[in-house]
T-cell receptor, first 112, second 117 residues
Framework: DSGVTQTPKHLITATGQRVTLRCSPR?????VYWYQQSLDQGLQFLIQ???????AKGNILERFSAQQFPDLHSELNLSSLELGDSALYFC???????????FGSGTRLTVV | AQSVAQPEDQVNVAEGNPLTVKCTYS??????LFWYVQYPNRGLQFLLK??????LVKGSYGFEAEFNKSQTSFHLKKPSALVSDSALYFC???????????????FGKGTKLSVIP
């Protein structure tokens, strides 16, 4: 157990629907990062939050949004889902300083 | 902007042989370098990191990595490969800034390592 908790582990939904992915960071970590991993695109950075504030945006679609709450957990909202959104979505957390990330085990989203 | 290149999509090695997974980087200032491993349907797990100090860094599961500043490389190595080492390996870099919440890791595309029995 890495200490980063992602729910749900698996999600199957239809095109056009909206889903919410949840992430609880490791205790003490203030930064949360969201990544999308698909077979053809590799590991794509979506967005970063630090202590409740958005800090960086990557290749995140306008149909996607995220937020970090006062208790530091984060949610990634995906709307108007398309078949191409099927992927593994990872959350990672970190502390300030020369450290890397701790990753959760991911949410596998399948859009049918 | 920082970047990472993993020139090999796949590396095949026989069990018991030494393995090398290559990584080169580009970053302004001093680099912080990382290797992660991903097993099927799992998240990325930290293997090792280089921050400063000795150019040879030792990590988990018998892996090590050699930092070469002149060649801007950070190759992952293991003296004797195991079948259980078969996985996807990612190299990552960040710059040396330490402002709270201000850095992101940039990942390579990953290298699939297959260790053949």
């Amino acid at each position: 157990d890495s200490g980063v908790t992602q729910t749900p582990k698996h999600l199957i939904t239809a095109t056009g629907q909206r889903v919410t992915l949840r992430c609880s960071p490791r205790s003490g970590d203030l930064s949360v990062y969201w990544y999308q991993q698909s077979l053809d695109q590799g590991l794509q950075f979506l967005i970063q939050y630090y202590n409740g504030e958005e800090r960086a945006k990557g290749n995140i679609l306008e149909r996607f949004s995220a937020q970090q709450f006062p208790d530091l957990h984060s949610e990634l909202n995906l709307s108007s889902l398309e078949l191409g959104d099927s992927a593994l979505y990872f959350c990672a957390s970190s502390v300030a300083g020369p450290y890397g990330y701790t990753f959760g085990s991911g949410t596998r989203l399948t859009v049918v | 902007a920082q970047s990472v290149a993993q020139p090999e999509d796949q590396v095949n090695v026989a069990e018991g042989n030494p393995l090398t997974v290559k990584c080169t980087y580009s970053v302004s200032g001093n680099p912080y370098l990382f290797w992660y491993v991903q097993y099927p349907n799992r998240g990325l797990q930290f293997l090792l990191k280089y921050i400063t100090g000795d150019n040879l860094v030792k990590g988990s599961y018998g892996f090590e990595a050699e930092f070469n500043k002149s060649q801007t490389s950070f190759h992952l190595k293991k003296p004797s490969a195991l079948v259980s080492d078969s996985a996807l390996y990612f190299c990552a870099v960040r710059d040396g800034g330490s402002g709270a919440g201000s850095y992101q890791l940039t990942f390579g595309k990953g290298t699939k390592l297959s260790v053949i029995p």
